[in-house]
């Protein structure tokens, strides 16, 4: 891990904030599998993200809270393929995502009124139902 991992322009982790461990993956692997280490495990420390303002901190935390371990680090794991450096970049790229899904605002909700046909429909199936309803009573 020498490089840092660049977000954005302004947006960047840096490379000392990163932890890469290679284990064991599970699965098919022929004859390597019990040999090579070709799963990644890497750790990020997401209070060492630069460039991200309170409100994308709050919301990378909330959306990676899953991910946390006991220490607050973000755990990635990748074992798509067979290979350890392409399982890196793959781990490289689920930060990049996550951390680029943090950056975007959610739209505010503003509350709307019914339409007035909408309103008026409701009403006449209402009373539509309400006559139906009526119209099966017995006459005492």
């Known amino acids: 891990m ?27 692997g022929g004859q390597n599998v019990n040999k090579v280490s070709s ?10 993200v630069t460039g991200l303002d309170d409100a994308a901190r709050a919301r990378l935390m909330n959306a990676a809270r899953a991910m946390l371990d006991a220490e607050g680090w973000l755990l990635v794991k990748s074992q798509k393929t067979r290979d350890q450096r392409q399982n890196l970049e793959d781990a490289r790229d689920k930060v990049r995502v996550l951390v680029e899904q943090a950056l975007v605002r959610p739209k505010t909700r503003r509350a709307t009124k019914p339409s007035r046909g909408s309103v008026e429909r409701r009403i006449a199936e209402k009373k539509a139902r309400s006559r139906i309803k009526r119209d099966r009573r017995r006459d005492d």
């Open 39 to 48: 799963k990644v495990e890497l750790r990020v420390d997401l209070s060492r």
């Open 2 to 28: 020498t490089d840092p991992l660049k977000i954005r322009e302004r947006i960047v982790i840096p490379a000392d904030a990163m932890t890469m461990q290679a284990v064991r993956a599970s699965g098919p």
